[in-house]
């Protein structure tokens, strides 16, 4: 028996993100275990990175339905007057506010929701898949449960409830927990875990399942709803095997045969925000340098995508890290994966907090190449890249291993043979293909719950 899934999630293809390519690649293979998807999400704003490439191949048994979000055209206005003279520039923000405020709150929920029940009477979906980033998005689920009866499983990317990384938008975030603005930061983060706490608590218990990202979040969620934890299931991110040339061990016979008298190229991926800790990286290069100056000559790095202003100047104004890294900004997904595998090894940056598993590292683990993971040494990532057996782990805020693996690999990249023992079939576990198998397997057992839970007495 094929049955439908109402996806919700508002982020798709063409929109480029970690949440975009998650969902594209469950779209895709859900049809081949049973599962017709149908995708609602939100149309680009202008202001969004967009690759078209994520389009294909196109997928002919999930239908996607785009919604165009509240003051979309006051969006466009302000992309138009940013671009002009300072007083335009004023204006745009002006213009900004009311997106930023309500973008994802009760304009959207109304507008997503008038889609999602045509959608429910188009398709008569027997679950609904919601995805939290933004909660207006389970909200909607909630309410299409309230008002037609449809079961909802919650995806959670991110932690929702303690998260300091969406703390920022109250008032101005600086950093360790600290906050500055309208309201004090005690106030701030009593109001905040309040509201959060009520609304999450209300959802997770409407809802008939719970997918999270991470050993950490399986971990916090069961603690935190004990009556869910058997119906907790942990999804990482992903890779999708047709978006390379080969399978893991392929790739990692190609790395082998690279020239080794090119310099030894460290690659990483995907936005290096304010939140990604670049100070163990910045301050290990430079005792490296000093300790064997001919490092800016072997040993090169390339960060491919957003860097945010302070890391650039950090890069910029430091002679050792300006001679040694390259900056690539705005790439198609497909070329940030082919710059990667030109690589010798693949860089993770994670930010301070254990339950953060960024969406790059299942994309890491298929490509043949050793990882150097800086986090915090039980963080999710750092759980992964063990159990994968693909890197190393160099904690942060310690910098003398990674100066003397630096120091080292300069003199014989050799050494990069020590951080690659790979578990072939743990990896394979995280192709997009395995995956979704299993999520087509918990959506049919969360399916058969609401069933039994909703049967009347008597009923079969």
């Given at each position: 028996?094929?049955?439908t899934?109402?996806?919700?999630t508002?982020?798709?293809?063409p929109?480029?993100?970690?949440?975009?390519?998650?969902?594209?690649?469950?779209?895709r293979?859900?049809?081949?275990?049973?599962?017709r998807?149908?995708v609602l999400?939100?149309?680009?704003?202008?202001?969004?990175?967009v690759?078209?490439g994520?389009?294909?191949?196109?997928?002919?048994?999930a239908p996607?339905?785009?919604?165009?979000?509240a003051?979309?055209?006051?969006?466009?206005?302000?992309?138009?007057?940013?671009?002009?003279?300072r007083?335009?520039?004023?204006?745009?923000?002006l213009?900004?506010?009311?997106?930023?405020?309500f973008?994802?709150?009760?304009?959207?929920?109304?507008?997503?929701?008038l889609?999602?029940q045509?959608a429910?009477?188009?398709f008569?979906?027997?679950?609904?898949?919601?995805?939290?980033?933004p909660?207006?998005a389970?909200?909607?689920?909630?309410?299409?449960?309230?008002?037609?009866?449809?079961?909802?499983?919650?995806?959670?990317?991110d932690?929702?409830?303690?998260?300091?990384y969406?703390?920022?938008?109250?008032?101005?975030?600086?950093?360790?927990?600290?906050y500055s603005g309208v309201?004090?930061?005690?106030?701030?983060?009593?109001q905040?875990?309040?509201?959060?706490?009520?609304?999450?608590?209300?959802?997770?218990?409407?809802?008939?399942?719970l997918?999270?990202?991470?050993?950490?979040?399986?971990?916090?969620y069961?603690?935190?709803?004990?009556?869910?934890a058997?119906?907790?299931?942990?999804?990482s991110?992903?890779?999708?095997?047709?978006?390379f040339p080969?399978?893991p061990?392929?790739?990692?016979?190609?790395a082998?045969?690279?020239?080794?008298?090119e310099?030894?190229?460290?690659?990483?991926?995907?936005?290096l925000?304010?939140?990604r800790?670049t100070d163990?990286l910045?301050?290990?290069i430079?005792a490296?340098?000093?300790?064997?100056?001919?490092?800016t000559?072997?040993?090169?790095?390339?960060?491919?995508?957003?860097?945010?202003?302070a890391?650039?100047?950090?890069?910029?104004?430091c002679?050792?890290?300006?001679?040694?890294?390259?900056?690539?900004?705005?790439?198609?997904h497909k070329?940030?994966?082919?710059?990667?595998?030109?690589s010798?090894?693949?860089l993770?940056?994670?930010?301070?907090?254990?339950?953060e598993?960024?969406?790059?590292?299942?994309?890491?683990?298929?490509m043949?190449?050793?990882?150097?993971?800086?986090?915090?040494?039980?963080?999710?990532?750092?759980?992964l890249?063990r159990?994968?057996?693909?890197?190393?782990?160099?904690p942060?805020?310690?910098t003398?291993?990674?100066?003397?693996?630096?120091v080292?690999?300069?003199?014989?990249?050799?050494a990069?043979?020590?951080?690659?023992?790979?578990?072939?079939?743990?990896i394979?576990?995280?192709?997009?293909?395995?995956?979704?198998g299993?999520?087509?397997?918990?959506?049919?057992?969360?399916?058969?719950?609401?069933?039994?839970?909703?049967?009347?007495p008597?009923?079969p």
């Amino acid at each position: 028996m094929r049955r439908t899934l109402l996806y919700l999630t508002y982020k798709f293809p063409p929109i480029l993100s970690v949440e975009s390519l998650r969902a594209k690649r469950f779209a895709r293979y859900l049809p081949d275990h049973g599962w017709r998807p149908v995708v609602l999400t939100l149309a680009a704003r202008p202001d969004q990175r967009v690759d078209r490439g994520l389009l294909a191949p196109a997928m002919e048994d999930a239908p996607v339905l785009r919604v165009t979000p509240a003051f979309q055209s006051l969006l466009r206005a302000r992309q138009t007057l940013r671009e002009g003279s300072r007083s335009d520039r004023r204006l745009a923000s002006l213009l900004g506010a009311p997106y930023r405020f309500f973008s994802v709150g009760p304009p959207v929920t109304a507008s997503v929701l008038l889609r999602a029940q045509w959608a429910v009477k188009r398709f008569a979906p027997d679950l609904v898949l919601a995805s939290f980033g933004p909660p207006s998005a389970l909200w909607a689920a909630h309410l299409l449960n309230s008002l037609h009866g449809v079961p909802y499983v919650a995806e959670f990317r991110d932690l929702w409830v303690g998260n300091e990384y969406s703390n920022k938008l109250k008032g101005t975030y600086t950093g360790r927990g600290k906050y500055s603005g309208v309201l004090s930061a005690l106030k701030q983060k009593r109001q905040l875990a309040r509201q959060q706490a009520g609304q999450e608590r209300t959802l997770v218990d409407g809802s008939c399942g719970l997918v999270v990202v991470g050993e950490q979040m399986v971990e916090t969620y069961c603690a935190r709803y004990p009556a869910k934890a058997e119906r907790v299931l942990e999804l990482s991110h992903g890779f999708d095997e047709e978006d390379f040339p080969g399978t893991p061990q392929e790739l990692a016979r190609s790395a082998a045969s690279r020239d080794r008298t090119e310099p030894v190229l460290l690659c990483h991926l995907g936005t290096l925000h304010q939140f990604r800790r670049t100070d163990t990286l910045f301050a290990a290069i430079r005792a490296a340098a000093q300790r064997n100056p001919k490092l800016t000559e072997r040993v090169r790095l390339v960060f491919v995508g957003n860097v945010d202003p302070a890391n650039r100047r950090a890069i910029e104004t430091c002679p050792v890290l300006s001679t040694m890294v390259s900056l690539l900004n705005r790439v198609p997904h497909k070329e940030a994966l082919r710059l990667a595998l030109d690589s010798d090894a693949l860089l993770l940056l994670t930010g301070p907090l254990v339950w953060e598993q960024t969406g790059k590292l299942s994309e890491y683990v298929a490509m043949g190449r050793p990882i150097l993971c800086l986090s915090h040494p039980d963080s999710s990532a750092s759980r992964l890249v063990r159990r994968t057996g693909t890197g190393t782990v160099f904690p942060h805020g310690e910098t003398e291993a990674l100066t003397e693996f630096l120091v080292n690999v300069s003199a014989d990249r050799s050494a990069l043979g020590a951080l690659w023992n790979p578990d072939f079939d743990e990896i394979d576990k995280l192709s997009a293909r395995a995956l979704t198998g299993k999520l087509a397997g918990f959506l049919e057992e969360c399916v058969e719950t609401a069933a039994r839970e909703t049967r009347r007495p008597g009923e079969p």
